[in-house]
Nanobody, 123 residues
Framework: QVQLVESGGGLVQPGASMRLSCVVS????????VAWFRQAPGKEREFVAAIRWAGNSPFLGESPAKGGFTIARDNAKNTVYLQMNNLSAGDAAVYYCATGSMDGSIRGPFKYWGQGTQVTVSS
């Protein structure tokens, strides 16, 4: 059974930084990807970033990349991190991590999802 647990969300002021963590228990396959998505109220879910357990080719969505987001992994801890810098109100959302790419693509679609962690950006 694959489980994902996100943490690190909360309330920050505009311009601040925040790091989210996603701990994955139960591996799918060696070259699988772990991705971050976000969904704000009334908006569609948006791809943020993804990284594979093997290799060194992180992939960022267009908007998060411009905002100074980065993704990294720690294979020993089965954890994927999303570093978010210079946060703005537009980054406020519930952030989800996902794994188990159903077609091998780094962007999914994914079979397994976490419960999400809320990120609020407000002064």
């Amino acid at each position: 059974q694959v489980q994902l647990v996100e943490s690190g969300g909360g309330l920050v002021q505009p311009g601040a930084s925040m790091r989210l963590s996603c701990v994955v228990s139960g591996r799918t396959f060696a070259d699988d990807a772990v991705a971050w998505f976000r969904q704000a109220p009334g908006k569609e879910r948006e791809f943020v970033a993804a990284i594979r357990w093997a290799g060194n080719s992180p992939f960022l969505g267009e908007s998060p990349a411009k905002g100074g987001f980065t993704i990294a992994r720690d294979n020993a801890k089965n954890t994927v991190y999303l570093q978010m810098n210079n946060l703005s109100a537009g980054d406020a959302a519930v952030y989800y991590c996902a794994t188990g790419s159903m077609d091998g693509s780094i962007r999914g679609p994914f079979k397994y999802w976490g419960q999400g962690t809320q990120v609020t950006v407000s002064s």
